[in-house]
């Protein structure tokens, strides 16, 4: 299947290195909205939606390559080798930044730095290692999102995104996330929050900006600075907003930071 048509490809601007937008759980290429612009003069942008969300393809989501972040590594290295790009500097949010990672690890040669936003390694507390959520919570919130995705996502999300995000924006994330078929929504859900890829960090080659929030439940700041201690290549940035969507509820805060690293 053409890549491009799979994941609603869309560019604009014109510039080197091209830069890839890659959005997290539950929000398609749109959530970078008031970010992506602010680059297009100098550089090429990029966007796409991880298949199962936003325009994607439906009918290509298959249970069982999606069910760990391997089919999503698969589907970005493809899509970056179809596009016959130079080196990307890749821009990814929360499990789209890991997406990243593991893809740069399998083929460096593709990408000239990442930008991590919100990202997380491991979402689950284990001794000394602080991931935002306790094994038995975590398995509560999932089988909450199993039973009623709908209720689930008017209920949790307002409490992910942090104070600073306007009534507007949160009612258009919600439509977002209510979009996204509820059987897709659990199994990414479960193959983005069950997930640990600590042991994978220090096989990382490229240059990485770190971008967390200095209050966010979902990535708190010790992940970030799990992530700087561990990448070896890497800059930490805590951005002073709250929540888990920075690049809508703080866009020139996040867009400031990247200028900075690039």
């Not at 604009?12 to 959005?23: D, E, I, Q, R, T």
């Not at 990029?46 to 298959?62: E, H, I, N, P, R």
């Not at 890829?197 to 200095?214: G, K, S, T």
């Not at 209050?215 to 700087?228: K, T």
Request: with cysteine; glycine share 8%; aromatic share 10%.
């Amino acid at each position: 299947m053409n890549p491009f048509i799979r994941h609603h490809v869309s560019t604009y601007g014109s510039g080197l290195p091209p830069m890839v937008f890659a959005h997290g759980f539950g929000t398609d290429q749109h959530a970078w909205r008031y970010v992506a612009p602010a680059f297009a003069a100098q550089h090429q942008v990029v966007l796409f939606d991880l298949v199962g969300a936003g325009a994607s393809d439906k009918s290509a989501y298959d249970f069982n390559r999606y069910r760990t972040l391997d089919g999503y590594v698969e589907d970005l290295l493809i899509l970056l080798r179809a596009m016959q790009l130079p080196k990307v500097i890749y821009v990814g949010h929360s499990v789209g930044g890991m997406i990243g990672v593991l893809a740069a690890i399998q083929e460096p040669d593709l990408f000239e730095r990442l930008v991590l936003l919100a990202a997380s390694p491991c979402y689950v507390n284990d001794g000394g290692y602080l991931g935002g959520f306790d094994a038995g919570d975590l398995e509560e919130l999932l089988g909450f999102l199993d039973r009623d995705y709908r209720s689930w996502s008017s209920t949790l999300i307002p409490t992910l995104v942090g104070g600073d995000m306007r009534p507007d924006l949160l009612d258009k994330l919600l439509d977002t996330f209510t979009q996204v078929d509820p059987k897709i929504a659990s199994q990414f859900a479960r193959a983005t929050f069950l997930s640990d890829y600590r042991a994978q960090l220090p096989n990382l080659r490229v240059p990485a900006l770190i971008v967390q929030c200095a209050d966010d439940s979902v990535a708190p700041p010790a992940v970030g600075h799990y992530l700087n201690e561990h990448l070896i290549d890497s800059e930490l940035h805590i951005l002073d907003t709250s929540g888990h969507y920075p690049h809508l509820s703080a866009p020139l805060a996040t867009i400031a930071a990247l200028e900075q690293y690039l």
